[in-house]
């Protein structure tokens, strides 16, 4: 099965600090790779798809990159409202597994 | 605009079924998949499986397949997932999602809490 393994677990940073979560497959999804932001009480939200294509409506600060194994997801300057739980998920194959998530806090 | 609207809470005691239903409009059902994922308090995503509305082809999760069904019903563009022995760590809000296949979950229902508790 493929295995998803984010980090860090949770991270803490100011308003306008750099903010970069990666994401490592167990075996090659190619650019199979979606991040999902998800609010507290809130339904997950899609941000990203195809390991870097921003979907529609989502601020240009959030960025994604990588493919294969490694992925990556970058806020450009953190604003108070992008805290959340970050989820990465393989859709190239069976499970379709998600990353264990990000808490990202402002400090 | 597309939206996916799903059946409300439901309580259940250990050893029941559950069937929660999805219904989407805003786009043509049959040319997309819906993606069934769970969310237990407190935890991460989980997810369940999906069905092609176009073929009714299935891919369930190794954990609950030979428990759990889902369906698709193209006439009302309704998607079903019902859970089956239900124990008490399948309480959890269980979410329908877009996509499928090689397709990233883009919309999202609100979301079903289901609670299994004698």
């Known amino acids: 099965d493929i295995q998803m393994t984010q980090s860090p677990s949770s991270l803490s940073a100011s308003v306008g600090d750099r903010v970069t979560i990666t994401c490592r497959a167990n075996q090659g999804i190619n650019n199979y790779l979606a991040w999902y932001q998800q609010k507290p009480g809130k339904v997950p939200k899609l941000l990203i798809y195809a390991a870097s294509t921003l979907q529609s409506g989502v601020p240009s600060r959030f960025s994604g990159s990588g493919s294969g194994t490694d992925f990556t997801l970058t806020i450009s300057s953190l604003q108070p409202e992008d805290v959340a739980t970050y989820y990465c998920?393989?859709?190239?194959?069976?499970?379709?597994?998600f990353g264990q998530g990000t808490k990202v806090e402002i400090k | 605009q597309v939206q996916l609207v799903q059946s409300g809470a439901e309580v259940k005691k250990p050893g029941a079924s559950v069937k929660v239903s999805c219904k989407a409009s805003?786009?043509?059902?049959?040319?997309?998949?819906i993606t069934w994922v769970r969310q237990a308090p407190g935890q991460g995503l989980e997810w369940m499986g999906w069905i092609s509305a176009y073929t009714g082809n299935t891919n369930y999760a190794q954990k609950i397949e030979g428990r759990v069904t889902m369906t698709a019903d193209t006439s009302t563009s309704t998607a079903y997932m019902e859970l089956r022995s239900l124990r008490s760590d399948d309480t959890a809000v269980y979410y329908c999602?877009?996509?499928?296949?090689?397709?990233?979950?883009?919309?999202w229902g609100q979301g079903t809490l289901v609670t299994v508790s004698s």
């Open positions: 999602t877009r996509g499928g296949g090689y397709h990233e979950s883009d919309y």
């Open positions: 805003g786009y043509t059902f049959s040319s997309y998949g």
């Open positions: 998920q393989n859709y190239n194959s069976a499970p379709r597994t």
